[in-house]
């Protein structure tokens, strides 16, 4: 592939870019939002400076890959010489179904479609396209350009030579790609989600504080990051969409959202990217600081 298109230029839409870009490939980056695009360019380069820090990258390297990337604030004008586009936008259905009807329209026949979606499901969002069968996901983790591990998720038409083709860059990029079927939460969040829906409950209903909670986790579980943290780390909306598409999909009350991650949510309170959710974060401390809802 020549050519790879990505849509949304937040979080692990740059991370994306930066990956392809770090690997050889071509990338538009493509963002609604102008200042969103210099923002993740800004992001890429001081990640890519990091890994020079660490002798992972070498300065004729970065400077490579970020001549790589070019930014698009038009859907159209970016992915019309693409051979894969790689959606990465905001976990929201309704936008992702619009998302894959205009790619359907723009693209090349021939070109496929990912989604990093983290849970919605990638039937429906292949049933709105014309080329079911080149449409796959491809679920990155955060932080991408550190996290190992690629889920490939196969829609109910997507075939072989798609899913090969996707297994083959996944490795290319020194990834480790899973191969999963198309139900909600896929494998990772399947688990992740209830195990931090429950963590939440544990909180609310006043077994434990915050930082105890985390601790037992880590320290008794072996786990790098305690599961409130890790939930501001994903974003608590995002933890809520993903245990609702959960919920609706399997029509188990298991997967209900505790109303404290509600509350949470319609407060504002999303994690790190606000600045509060269980923990406070402030730019440049990486003190962890547990916010004042949650003290005794």
């Given at each position: 592939m020549k050519n790879i298109s990505i849509i949304g230029s937040g979080t692990m839409g740059n991370g994306i870019a930066h990956v392809m870009a770090q690997?050889?490939?071509?990338?538009?980056?493509?963002?609604?939002?102008?200042?969103?695009?210099?923002?993740a360019l800004q992001t890429i380069q001081r990640?890519?400076?990091?890994?020079?820090?660490?002798?992972?990258?070498?300065?004729?390297?970065?400077?490579?890959?970020?001549?790589?990337?070019?930014?698009?604030?038009?859907?159209?004008?970016?992915?019309?010489?693409?051979?894969?586009?790689?959606?990465?936008?905001?976990?929201?259905e309704g936008l992702k179904l619009q998302l894959f009807r205009d790619l359907d329209t723009?693209?090349?026949?021939?070109?496929?479609?990912?989604?990093?979606?983290?849970?919605?499901?990638i039937t429906q969002l292949a049933a709105v396209t014309s080329r079911p069968e080149k449409v796959i996901g491809m679920h990155f983790m955060n932080p991408v350009p550190v996290m190992p591990l690629v889920e490939v998720i196969k829609g109910y038409h997507t075939d072989g030579p798609t899913t090969d083709m996707i297994l083959q860059l996944a490795k290319q990029l020194d990834k480790t790609p899973?191969?999963?079927?198309?139900?909600?939460?896929?494998?990772?969040?399947?688990?992740?989600?209830p195990m931090i829906n429950e963590a939440i409950y544990t909180l609310y209903e006043g077994v434990a504080g915050v930082e105890e909670i985390d601790q037992v986790m880590k320290l008794g579980m072996g786990h790098p990051m305690g599961p409130l943290q890790l939930a501001d780390f994903i974003g608590l909306d995002v933890c809520l969409a993903i245990l609702r598409v959960m919920q609706e999909g399997f029509g188990q009350p298991k997967y209900a959202p505790c109303?404290?991650?509600?509350?949470?949510?319609?407060?504002?309170?999303?994690?790190?990217?606000?600045?509060?959710?269980?923990?406070l974060y402030t730019k440049g401390s990486k003190e962890l600081v547990v916010s004042s809802k949650f003290r005794s």
């Open positions: 690997y050889g490939h071509r990338v538009s980056l493509i963002d609604i939002n102008p200042d969103a695009l210099e923002r990640n890519m400076e990091r890994q020079i820090a660490k002798g992972l990258l070498t300065e004729a390297q970065q400077k490579a890959a970020m001549e790589r990337i070019q930014p698009f604030s038009y859907l159209a004008e970016g992915v019309k010489t693409a051979d894969l586009v790689v959606e990465a936008a905001t976990e929201n723009h693209c090349p026949s021939a070109a496929v479609f990912a989604s990093n979606t983290s849970s919605i499901s899973v191969v999963v079927n198309d139900y909600p939460g896929f494998v990772a969040n399947r688990i992740l989600m109303p404290l991650l509600v509350n949470m949510v319609a407060a504002g309170c999303l994690g790190v990217k606000t600045g509060e959710g269980f923990y």
